[in-house]
Structures are given as C-alpha cells and as structure tokens.
C-alpha cells in the first residue's frame, strides 16, 4: 500500500511510470474478472490525486529532454506537494487555495493572442500550440522568492519554436507574458494584492534560450489548473514568479516591460529577478533554500545556487552585468 | 467601540490594581458564578494549550501540510497575536460587562501570550536558522520586521518575570502596573511585526484584522482613562 509520502514519483522520468489509462484499464480488467479484491490491492494514489479537483488528468507524455541542463538529477517533488502547495494569486493567497479553487478555470476553448513586433501575429488556438513542436520531458529545480523549492518534471518544448514561428521583427526586444484575468472563473481577483491581469517579462535572449520552456504537463500529465493549465512559461534559472501561468497574450515590444511585481514593490522585485545567493530579498536572505516534501523539519536549509544551479547554460546571458543592481 | 464606550455607565476605573489582587470581585448572578468556578482556570488552562497539542501533533504525524517549517512559525506567531488579543480584552470586557471576575484569567492568558511567542522565536531561530547564533542575529540586523518581532518579545520578558504574586508585592501595585503597560507596546509592535511580514506581497486583510482588534482594545483604555479623568476633574 502507498504511503501518505509515496506517491511513486520517486522515478527519475514521470514517463517510467504506467500511465494512467493504462492502469485505469488493468483494474477495469481486474474488475472485470470479478478480482475486484486484487484491484483494490492495486496502488490508488495517482487518479485519487489527479481527481481532486474533478476528473483525472489526461496523459501528456513527453520525449526525454535532449537540451543541455534539461534533466535536473535531483529528486523530483512529490506530485500531491507540487500540485497542493502553489502561488496562484488568482486563486487566492494562501498556499493551498489555488488546488481548493482553480476547479472553476475553462481551459477550452483556449487561444493566445500573439501581439506586436512580429510578422505572424493572431490568435494561436491551444490545439494548434499542442502540435506546435514535439513535447519533451524536462526535470527543473523551481525555487520560489519565498526561499522553498521543488523539483519538476515538465512536459512542453523550448519557447524558441514558437517565437520563431511567429517571426519577430527587429523592434522586438522584450517579451511580455499576460495571464488570464477572468472574475467569473478567478475568485482571487477581487483582491487588490497585485494590478491584474499578471504581466510577466523575459529579455528577447533570456525567451530565446533552450531552457525557458513553455509547458503544457507536468508529471506525464496535462497541467493541473493550480499549476497553470493550459499552458504556462517556465524559466528555471529565475525565481517561480517570473514563469507566468495560464497564459492568453505574448506580446513582442521594445520596451523593458513593467511586471506586476515590479509594480506592487519596485525595491523588492526587480525585472530580472534571477535565482541569486548573493543578492538579498530586502526582507530575507536568499542565500538558503527548503526543498519541499524532501528536507526534515529540522535540518539544515540546503544552500542556494547563482541562477538556481543553471549558470553553466545562462551565465553567459549576464556577463557584465551588475546584478545587484540589476536584480 | 466608542459607542459601547457611551453607553456604559460612566464609574471611576475600578480596581486598577493587579489581577493578582483583585480579590474583590463580588460574587454576582449567572456570568460570574461561572467565572469563579474552581474549574475555570484549569479549562482556560488546556484551551489555551490546545493550538500548541494541535502544532505538535501535526509535527510529529507531517499533517502541517508540504511546508512544515513555515506552518509552525506562522501558526506559533499567528496563536501570539490571538492570545495577545485575548489578553487585552479582558479589562475592557470587564469593565463593560461588570464581571469583575474576569481579570482571574488575566495572567494565565498574558503568559500563555508568552509561551506562544516564545515557542515562535524557537520555530524561527530553529527551522529557519538552524539554531546558528551567527544567522540570527544577523537575520534580526537585516529584516526590520524582525526586528520588531524581536524587540515585542523582549519587552514581554520582565513582564513574565514579574507575573507571580511576590513580584507585584515587591515592586507595589503602582509601579507593577507601570511596568506592565508595556504590554501595550507589545501589541503595537506584534501588529507592526505582522504588517511589515506580509507588506512584501500587500497582503493586509489578516493584519488588518488584527490591528482593528488591537487598535479597538487600545482605543477603549483612552477612552475610559479619559471619562474617569473628565468625571473627576470637577470635584478636585
């Protein structure tokens, strides 16, 4: 029997696991033959979770990452902490009100608007962005301003395929990301914590980069709503607030974009916002992290990493830059 | 709160002396008999010791959620400011109520206003900087909300210390009394401690909360202090 801690992710690709309609079926065929005590017997803990927050997550296997840094060795984080413990301001503010009430989010129809400094801009239907580039499986370490992380496993391709797709001219040197910002389906808007719809923002370079990834999965399944469905960006080296989720505009612009962040607190939150040791939150140290589901209650927080362990692939991004000024 | 203020009958501050020695609450119908029940303290007692059963229990079964460290700072810090309300509310519920009783579980709820902080300082300097005199200290230089936080729990020290009966004898009701207006600075520092915690992501509705309990708690001493003053002021 599964544990209350093992959820049987432990593996080092969600794509090892069976995949869930396969098992679905074996207990159907178990069930079938009147084993009904053997199908008991077999481990629930994947579709118990998945139907949470209705029914259980359809399948999104990806093809195992062959970019360079794409495949994090660490543990990955339990699927129920990943998908339970989430920043989803829209949602709510507390940890667990995104997986409480992102059940209201419509994820189909879905477009996204593709806006300025490009010679292909319209509406790109989620279907047609499916089949965009093929999915790969990517393991990331997500470390959150807070001072926790996780470890990933995302299923998307390199945000590079569709930028190119879309041609931008060359007046696009900034991308902007905007996430959804919907009343009727988003209870947490009513707040006034931060300026909606949320505006993320990536230098040209930074979105063109191999790692930033657009996904769609996590965990060999479709996205759960809390942790972004559809589709959302994912950019490893920055911290969780940079990767805008739920995503319905990219727009290509000139200008540095102004996120909602550096809006609500300008000396706290800066546009490049890298994962960084040295560089203080004003409010707390950066230098240490608690790795979710993996670190004991009293052991010692692991220590951080400059770009959250990615600077072989990104530190070049940044060369001679000041980033303490620029954070 | 100012209205309930009007509509209480205007009486000098009764027994502003300690609750130690507040003896001298009449015995009067239904409220009070309850009160001064020998059962009372003890089932305050283990009231106020449920959150921390409740904290412990979810330590050692990991039922505090995926991030247990912070569930235990913020649910330690969160019980201090509940009982620290809880603390301040009693003479103005008393001197509304009439039940004079009241001020028994005065120092019970102030040192388990205490207690709670104290356990919140240990989540903090244990889970956070793991135990290094070194990270602490430069944690309490570095982050004004924490220093805050550390200065409320500083000043809550004499007054524990000074909370049993042969301490008030020592120091006279007066000057104890002084002494333990403190703890309106606590408070003011506790809201501040919170405000300033949660000021990073605007988040101020929980604060808000908290700092119209504690202002109205506040509010209500100004006000009385002040009728007792003004209704004194003619004869003398």
Redesign the interface.
């Given at each position: 029997m599964p544990t209350l801690k093992d959820r049987g992710f432990l593996h080092p690709l969600a794509s090892e696991i069976t995949p869930q309609a396969a098992y679905l079926r074996r207990r159907e065929l178990l069930q079938g033959l009147g084993l009904a005590g053997a199908a008991a017997l077999l481990p629930a803990a994947g579709p118990a979770l998945a139907q949470r927050a209705g029914p259980p997550l359809p399948p999104l296997p990806g093809a195992r990452s062959t970019v360079p840094g794409a495949i994090a060795t660490d543990k990955p984080t339990d699927f129920e902490d990943a998908s339970t413990y989430n920043n989803f301001y829209e949602f709510g503010l507390d940890k667990d009100d995104p997986a409480k009430h992102a059940h209201t989010l419509k994820t189909r129809p879905w477009t996204v608007a593709i806006e300025g400094a490009v010679k292909k801009p319209g509406l790109m239907d989620i279907e047609a962005l499916l089949k965009l580039a093929p999915m790969e499986e990517r393991i990331y370490r997500l470390r959150c301003v807070e001072g926790w992380s996780m470890v990933i496993p995302w299923v998307g391709f390199s945000l590079a395929e569709l930028i190119r797709r879309v041609e931008p001219t060359g007046n696009a040197k900034f991308l902007e990301f905007v996430t959804l910002a919907d009343r009727a389906q988003m209870p947490g808007l009513r707040s006034s914590v931060l300026d909606w719809p949320y505006v993320e923002g990536l230098r040209m370079d930074e979105a063109m980069h191999p790692l930033t990834l657009l996904a769609f999965g996590m965990y060999g399944q479709v996205l759960p709503n809390q942790n972004g469905a559809p589709l959302r960006l994912v950019v490893p080296w920055k911290y969780g607030f940079k990767s805008g989720k739920s995503l319905v505009k990219i727009r290509f612009v000139e200008q540095q974009p102004k996120s909602s962040w550096e809006k609500a607190a300008p000396q706290e939150y800066g546009f490049y916002s890298n994962v960084n040791p040295q560089v203080d939150h004003p409010r707390w140290s950066q230098a240490t992290e608690r790795r979710i589901g993996e670190d004991g209650l009293f052991a010692k927080k692991r220590p951080t990493l400059l770009f959250n362990g990615y600077e072989p692939q990104v530190g070049q991004l940044y060369a001679g830059m000041d980033l303490r000024r620029l954070f | 709160m100012s209205a309930q203020g009007r509509a209480s009958p205007a009486r000098p501050a009764w027994g502003a002396g300690p609750a130690g020695v507040a003896s001298a609450a009449r015995p009067r119908a239904g409220a009070s008999r309850w009160l001064l029940h020998p059962a009372a303290k003890p089932l305050v007692f283990l009231l106020a010791l449920g959150p921390f059963a409740w904290l412990l229990y979810g330590?050692i079964a990991?039922a505090l959620?995926?991030?247990?460290?912070?569930a235990?700072i913020r649910g330690s810090g969160d019980w201090t400011l509940r009982l620290l309300c809880l603390t301040l509310a009693v003479t103005p519920l008393r001197q509304a109520t009439g039940w004079h009783a009241l001020a028994r579980f005065r120092r019970l709820l102030g040192l388990f206003t205490f207690f709670y902080a104290c356990l919140h300082f240990l989540a903090f300097a244990?889970?956070?900087m793991?135990l290094d005199p070194a990270a602490i200290v430069a944690?309490i230089v570095?982050?004004?909300?924490i220093l805050v936080g550390s200065a409320a729990l500083l000043l809550m020290l004499p007054l524990a210390a000074t909370s049993f009966n042969a301490a008030i004898r020592r120091l006279g009701a007066a000057r104890w009394q002084a002494l333990h207006r403190a703890v309106y600075a606590v408070a003011l520092l506790a809201v501040l401690h919170f405000f300033?915690?949660r000021?990073?992501?605007?988040?101020f509705?929980e604060v808000g909360v908290y700092a119209a309990i504690v202002g109205a708690l506040l509010g209500w001493r100004l006000l009385w202090h002040w009728r007792a003053r003004r209704g004194a002021a003619p004869g003398r």
């Open positions: - | 330590a990991d959620g995926p991030n247990p460290a912070e235990l244990w889970l956070d793991g944690d570095k982050r004004p909300f300033w915690m000021a990073g992501k605007n988040d509705a």
